[in-house]
């Protein structure tokens, strides 16, 4: 019989396993001190550990044995699988913006610009992303172009995912995280209202020497906006 020992842990919908397959039980306390070792570099989700035994020494005859298991992404290497769990538990503009939408009801420009504000305004206070976001320079400001994408051509989708409150769900912050988020929105949106596209003086982003205004500066292509440049020329456009 071979004993396999199974780490689990389920994010934002997709499943992932790391299996350590032995006959010895005496090597089963080794790998849970080397998974519990690996677990204390990151606290922002949950994993839970399980023991079976099968025939043998394939992930299949662990499903077979229990579909619980059915559909993960398996691992052989320990830390492989908390890498993969850290990288999938980061929040990601997609995230934010399905959680701005629901909670708020946005349009796309508001949406855009507020989210802009929200990821620039934590990243001069903290001096790290809250989140993961790509913001190009176009003609009326910041864009996020996975969300203007989803917005535009899957917006019910965006709506309906909860992968926000998933991933925030087991941070230690998480109040915190939730209040300053809303707060950006009650600070930012009566900057931009419906019509506020309409005039570039409304803009607070498009004003001289703004890290949008320099991205622009730098090719009229849409290029990427910088944290380096958010970091340096952010208090120009703040409210």
Partial sequence: MYIHLIVYSRISGKKFAYQYVTKNVKQLSKIRKL???NAEKCDNYDFSMHTLQTDENSFESVVK???YFKDSTVFTDIESFFKSLNDSSKLTALDVG???LRKFSLNSFPLQKILYYIYADY???FKEPLFEAKFEAWNHGPVEHDVYTKYKHDQPKL????AFEQKISNSSNQIDLIRFINSEEIKYAPYY???AWESNDKNLTHKANTPWSRARDRDDNN???TDEDILNYHY???A
């Fill in 35 to 37: 998974i519990l070792e």
């Fill in 65 to 67: 044995l229990d579909p």
């Fill in 98 to 100: 399905s959680y701005l």
């Fill in 123 to 125: 990243l001069e206070q």
């Fill in 159 to 162: 709506l309906k995912s909860v």
């Fill in 193 to 195: 209202g419906e019509d």
């Fill in 223 to 225: 290029e990427n906006i």
């Fill in 236 to 238: 120009i456009e703040k």
